[in-house]
């Protein structure tokens, strides 16, 4: 396993996604844990929509009966997301930090990011609550999720510091990847969506964290082993063949060969299938290998 630097917190390069826990056995989840810490992989991600609260509820569960250190563990939720708006006031970051820590038997989190744009957001009020949060202890490191350059700036020139980005990246959806290959070029590729994000994240060491790695759309479903795909598919089985891991391994390889120094957030509730995906930090694919995978999703280079 490699790891990256999220504002002074050492995280495992793939992540370990808890938004499926909910409803789950115990003892499901605790296997999953157990195989991700075998493979390295340190860092596990939440949000506190996820089932409702339930899923942060049942991975503290799990926690607590393996007994594992705490400082063993890297704990990432989200917040902000409510039912029918969103809200990143002071109060509401507070109140979410408190009941997420709770559900999961801990004094503090690694990590806090703010789940998504909030169209009402006052910076310095954002700031504010960061600034309470590490002060009393109770976040190490703050970052976003689903912002564009422009709003983390409206962050930064608060005086609040950026560590992550966590934003939808996978071989059949990187807009942030096509458009600085078809920059100035009438096509659908060039067109700005990401507003040069990679880029500009790479200035400000901002860790970008992939979410949806494997999949197509607007989460429409997974493209490894879909028949809608077969030129992309038959690219991952050769590759996987030839680094022997799992062609969804070699689908996150594709993201963390990037020089931006991604992270990929790996949301299996099966405990067998981690354990594979996180090989993925092990494969170094060639330059030629990572634009033959682009290359076999359709694309053209210019």
């Not at 340190?42 to 506190?48: L, P, Q, R, S, Y």
């Not at 009020?125 to 590490?134: G, P, S």
């Not at 700005?192 to 964290?209: A, D, F, S, W």
Request: with cysteine; hydrophobic share 40%.
């Amino acid at each position: 396993m490699k790891y990256v630097d999220v504002g002074g917190v050492s995280c495992s390069k793939v992540v370990v996604g808890g938004m499926r826990y909910a409803g789950k056995p115990l003892r499901q989840i605790e296997e999953i844990i157990i195989e991700a810490l075998k493979a390295g992989a340190n860092t596990f991600d939440h949000a506190d929509i996820y089932g409702q609260g339930d899923s942060e509820t049942v991975f503290g569960l799990a926690m607590k009966d393996l007994e594992i250190p705490r400082e063993e563990l890297v704990l990432q939720t989200k917040c902000g997301i409510c039912e029918g708006y969103y809200d990143l006031t002071r109060d509401h970051i507070l109140a979410s930090v408190e009941t997420s820590a709770k559900r999961m038997n801990t004094d503090y989190l690694d990590v806090l990011l703010l789940h998504r744009p909030d169209a009402l957001m006052e910076p310095d009020e954002i700031y504010e609550a960061f600034d309470r949060l590490q002060t009393e202890g109770k976040v190490r490191a703050f970052g976003v999720s689903n912002f564009s350059p422009a709003q983390i700036e409206l962050m930064r020139s608060a005086g609040i510091k950026v560590a992550a980005n966590q934003v939808q990246l996978s071989l059949m959806h990187c807009p942030m990847i096509d458009e600085g290959l078809h920059f100035n070029i009438e096509t659908a590729e060039g067109v700005g969506r990401t507003q040069g994000l990679i880029e500009y994240c790479r200035k400000n060491n901002i860790v970008l964290q992939a979410w949806s790695p494997l999949a197509y759309g607007f989460i429409e479903g997974v493209f490894v082993g879909n028949e809608k795909f077969p030129a992309l598919n038959a690219e991952l089985f050769r590759l996987a063949e030839k680094y022997s891991v799992s062609p969804a391994a070699i689908a996150v390889a594709w993201i963390l060969r990037h020089p931006a120094g991604m992270q990929a957030v790996v949301g299996s509730t099966t405990p067998e299938r981690i354990a594979e995906l996180c090989k993925a930090a092990d494969v170094e694919l060639t330059r030629e290998e990572w634009y033959g995978l682009y290359r076999a999703t359709g694309k053209i280079l210019p």
